[in-house]
């Protein structure tokens, strides 16, 4: 059974940076594509990046688009998502996912195994 652990969260002023990690274990993960997700309250899960599992594709979700960056190390089991120019409107429950294949892709039903996630917050 894969095991995601989120970390890097928390409070950040606008404009700052975070980087989120996630740490993949008990499968092989390097594989797999793997993706980021963020829940604001009341609001549905969306998509914010995804990658392939050699980390040569990747895609974003409109509003982070030349803001944040995903990559990976596999060695490690690891993703990242480096998080630039944070708006008050990215504060949100992020979560990363591992796909159940090898392609990237933005949508949540194609992600087999979850993160139980981590909060960032960005303040005005």
């Known amino acids: 059974q894969v095991h995601l652990v989120e970390s890097g969260g928390g409070l950040v002023q606008a404009g700052g940076s975070l980087r989120l990690s996630c740490a993949a274990s008990?499968?092989?993960?390097?594989?797999?594509?793997m993706g980021w997700f963020r829940q604001a309250p009341g609001k549905e899960r969306e998509f914010v990046a995804t990658?392939?599992?050699?980390?040569?594709?990747?895609d974003y979700a409109d509003s982070v688009k030349g803001r944040f960056t995903i990559s990976r190390d596999n060695a490690k089991n690891t993703v990242y998502l480096q998080m630039n120019s944070l708006k008050p409107e990215d504060t949100a429950v992020y979560y990363c996912?591992?796909?159940?294949?090898?392609?990237?892709?933005?949508?949540?039903?194609?992600?087999?195994?979850w993160g139980q996630g981590t909060q960032v917050t960005v303040s005005s």
């Open positions: 990658i392939s599992w050699s980390g040569s594709t990747t």
């Open positions: 996912a591992q796909t159940a294949g090898l392609v990237p892709t933005p949508f949540r039903e194609e992600y087999k195994h």
């Open positions: 008990g499968g092989t993960g390097s594989t797999n594509g």
